[in-house]
Antibody, heavy 118, light 106 residues
Framework: QLVESGGGLVQPGGSLRLSCEASGFAFDSYGMSWVRQAPGKGLEYVSGITGVGGTTDYADSVKGRFTVSRDNFKNTLFLQMNSLKIEDTAVYFC?????????????WGQGTLVTVSS | IVLTQSPGTLSLSPGDRATLSCRASQWVSTSFVAWYQQKPGQAPRLLIYETSSRAAGIPDRFSGSGSGTDFTLTISSLEPEDFGMFFCQKYGTSPLFGQGTKLEIK
């Protein structure tokens, strides 16, 4: 199970930290991703991180502003979002990668809504 | 790479055959193409990976095919629960999604 939290309303230029608490599987054995969906729009891959956290990737749209990390002792995935823009408004899903397939997402949380507005 | 899905909306009836297209702007290995279904208010669900392999628990009325730049998701006989949004994805290096096809009840 994957449960996201930390979403909310933030002003442009502000920061927010999302969390995704995992349970029911060996968290450190799986790569994890964040995917977002703007209201009424499609899916956008945001970021990914390997099981031990040594490798990460980011979409160009968030590179330099967002940072993905994980705490394998607490079975939790994070997304630190800085310098937020209005276009970052979306539901943010965390998802578990299918073993050894980077970006292939077999299990998803229900998402947390981030609204960037003044 | 850009993934373009067509049609934007597909209106069909239960029992019909649905054919959804995903065209890539560059060659994509069949090893790295997936399809997801998303219903309103829900998270996406993985249907197909490696172009044609069904994910666990996915009924065999769902099938995937294609190669090169053209990929297809086929639903052989639509059930009422099959309607929703469908997204193709290239995974591996720099994952990305198509813009989606809405499959609605006619």
């Amino acid at each position: 199970q994957l449960v996201e939290s930390g979403g909310g309303l933030v002003q442009p230029g502000g920061s927010l930290r999302l969390s995704c608490e995992a349970s029911g599987f060996a968290f450190d054995s799986y790569g994890m991703s964040w995917v977002r969906q703007a209201p009424g729009k499609g899916l956008e891959y945001v970021s990914g991180i390997t099981g031990v956290g040594g490798t990460t990737d980011y979409a160009d749209s968030v590179k330099g502003r967002f940072t993905v990390s994980r705490d394998n002792f607490k079975n939790t995935l994070f997304l630190q979002m800085n310098s937020l823009k209005i276009e970052d408004t979306a539901v943010y899903f965390c998802a578990r990668m299918v073993s050894r397939n980077w970006g292939l997402l077999g299990h998803w949380g229900q998402g947390t809504l981030v609204t960037v507005s003044s | 790479i850009v993934l373009t899905q067509s049609p934007g909306t597909l209106s069909l009836s239960p029992g019909d055959r649905a054919t959804l297209s995903c065209r890539a702007s560059q060659w994509v290995s069949t090893s790295f193409v997936a399809w997801y279904q998303q219903k309103p208010g829900q998270a996406p669900r993985l249907l197909i990976y490696e172009t044609s392999s069904r994910a666990a628990g996915i009924p065999d009325r769902f099938s995937g095919s294609g190669s090169g730049t053209d990929f297809t998701l086929t639903i052989s006989s639509l059930e009422p629960e099959d309607f929703g949004m469908f997204f193709c994805q290239k995974y591996g290096t720099s994952p990305l999604f198509g813009q989606g096809t809405k499959l609605e009840i006619k």
